[in-house]
């Protein structure tokens, strides 16, 4: 069974670049879509972006500018990056996937808390 | 953008039925999907596609959508339903877009 562990750095100034990443394990990337989710402190869940496993990415809209995703078959990883952070991206990130968008998040990884804060 | 409205809270005693519904434009032609959260932890799938239930998932979990609204159903609820609740579905557009979340009280 597919299992994700997720790790970054939690603090980070205004304008530094949040970077995480997802180590999947049980389970190749092959045939599935990789997804980053956030939750701010005390609020509800926002979708971040995605990539596919043909490497195909598609992000929220309000912060596609600023994400990148991407994927390392060889280290059965996925990344996210988000640049020019603002107090405003403190949350919670998780990671995620899917096979198909009739199926659902499953499973997840167990957090990363960021907090940006000068 | 398409927008999912959820009620914040519902309570239920044990034994008996929460249900949480989650509202939006005509939501049941879309698959939807709930989560349950608890307190520090990720979020579980619980309902999937409207009504199907992950492998592990009490029967007591069960979903319906139709016309704008979409329900998850906790039958014979037990304290360790306890718990923030939030529907999903994949906008037309290119979005994940979540509801606002329930809490699920146990009275």
């Known amino acids: 069974q597919v299992q994700l562990q997720q790790w970054g750095a939690g603090l980070l100034k205004p304008s530094e670049t949040l970077s995480l990443t997802c180590a999947v394990y049980?389970?190749?990337?092959?045939?599935?879509?990789w997804t980053w989710i956030r939750q701010s402190p005390g609020k509800g869940l926002e979708w971040v972006g995605e990539i596919s496993h043909t490497g195909i990415t598609t992000c929220n809209p309000s912060l596609k500018s600023r994400v990148t995703i991407s994927v390392d078959t060889s280290k059965n990883q996925f990344s996210l990056r988000l640049k020019s952070v603002t107090a405003a991206d403190t949350a919670v990130y998780f990671c995620a996937t899917y096979l198909s968008r009739q199926l659902g998040f499953a499973p997840w990884g167990q957090g990363t808390p960021v907090i940006v804060s000068s | 953008s398409y927008v999912l409205s959820q009620s914040p809270s519902v309570s239920a005693a044990p034994g008996q039925t929460a249900r949480i519904t989650c509202e939006g434009n005509?939501?049941?032609?879309?698959?939807v999907h709930w989560y349950q959260q608890k307190p520090g932890q990720a979020p579980v799938l619980v309902v999937y596609d409207d009504s199907d239930r992950p492998s592990g998932i009490p029967e007591r979990f069960s979903g319906s959508s139709s016309g704008n609204t979409a329900t998850l159903t906790i039958t014979r609820v037990e304290a360790e339903d306890e718990a923030d609740y939030y529907c999903?579905?994949?906008?037309?557009?290119?979005?994940?877009?979540f509801g606002g979340g329930t809490k699920v009280t146990v009275l």
């Open positions: 999903q579905v994949w906008d037309s557009g290119i979005n994940w877009v």
């Open positions: 005509n939501i049941g032609s879309q698959s």
């Open positions: 049980g389970g190749s990337l092959s045939g599935y879509f």
